[in-house]
């Protein structure tokens, strides 16, 4: 009679711990993240580190499932933006440039030669233009949480040394889908021939295009030089901020702890990102150039021909982004 009342206690005592195992399974809930580059490269390991931090500090409750190189958009990297407002990604880490078709204050940070330096993108996204950002993003119907990087674009060909505007008269350049970099190359006498990161490559292999434009960890990972790109331009010309960000439906049916943890794992994340970009900047160079890669760096006069080249673009860009904006973000680079 004792051994069977026994019995009876731990077949309740297993039905019980198997009820509460159900109910944190229940519990349990996993997020879609869209990224463009896998975690070979510092943008991809941001969204990994991302995950990380988010399932070390909930214990499992909730995981982000990271989704490289475009793939639930179909490899069309300028879709991720309106996926995600839509609900079919929950989250992304995306560039800036990629999601300004849809959000047109992002092109602040694809002016030409507008951010000369790191201080410079770091006082704008970390002022009050970068909250103005925040709040045109979020108006959208996806809430931003934090920034990375991706960093400052240089200009690759497979033609020749370019250290002045006329030298790109011509040239095939790669560009992203953002017509704002159409109005840039073309504004530089280039040819600029759109098309998604994943058929860029092939098309420099061809020779279908002489060149592209991309932060050195791209050029570096990718291996770039590989595909005929013997020539690099360091100019500077634009920075390539990454925002960390979730669809508004999806946000709203969390609760508050796992808001707070998403938004400061993000952040957490995004400094991380920021940092190791930045400090692997001289290192990545050093390794292109000892692959044989012809790198130009311009001089102040050099520099200035390029700005005074692309000025119409700043002139016909400022109206579309805001001209509010443009000029509290000038205000924070002048005073940085």
């Given at each position: ?309 692309t000025a119409s673009v700043h002139e016909e860009w ?19």
């Amino acid at each position: 009679m004792i051994a069977t009342r026994r019995l009876t206690r731990i077949a309740a005592a297993l039905a019980g711990a198997a009820v509460l195992t159900t109910a944190l399974s229940a519990q349990a809930r996993e997020l879609s993240v869209s990224t463009v580059l896998p975690d070979a490269f510092p943008w991809g390991q941001a969204a990994e580190k991302w995950a990380e931090l988010v399932e070390e500090r909930t214990e499992g409750r909730l995981t982000l499932r990271v989704y490289p190189n475009s793939q639930l958009v179909n490899g069309d990297q300028t879709r991720e933006f309106s996926a995600m407002r839509s609900g079919l990604i929950d989250a992304a880490v995306g560039s800036t440039i990629n999601w300004s078709p849809q959000v047109p204050q992002l092109n602040l940070f694809s002016l030409p030669f507008f951010m000369p330096d790191v201080e410079a993108v770091d006082a704008v996204t970390g002022g009050e233009a970068g909250e103005m950002v925040f709040e045109a993003i979020e108006s959208r119907g996806v809430v931003p949480l934090a920034w990375g990087e991706n960093g400052f674009r240089q200009l690759s060909n497979s033609q020749g040394p370019i250290d002045e505007p006329a030298d790109l008269e011509g040239l095939k350049i790669r560009v992203v889908g953002s017509p704002l970099f159409q109005d840039t190359f073309t504004a530089l006498g280039a040819d600029p021939t759109q098309m998604s990161w994943a058929d860029a490559k092939p098309a420099l292999t061809t020779g279908a295009v002489d060149g592209q434009e991309n932060p050195l960890s791209v050029f570096d990972v990718a291996r770039i030089d590989q595909v005929g790109q013997e020539y690099l331009t360091l100019w500077n010309y634009m920075n390539d901020p990454l925002v960390f960000a979730v669809n508004q439906q999806v946000w709203d049916s969390l609760s508050e702890e796992d808001r707070s943890v998403l938004r400061e794992t993000a952040v957490e994340a995004g400094e991380w990102e920021i940092a190791m970009t930045r400090e692997e900047e001289s290192e990545r160079l050093a390794a292109i150039q000892e692959r044989g890669v012809e790198v130009t760096e311009l001089t102040e006069a050099q520099h200035q021909a390029f700005v005074e080249a692309t000025a119409s673009v700043h002139e016909e860009w400022t109206s579309r982004i805001g001209e509010e904006l443009v000029d509290t973000a000038r205000e924070a680079i002048e005073a940085r």
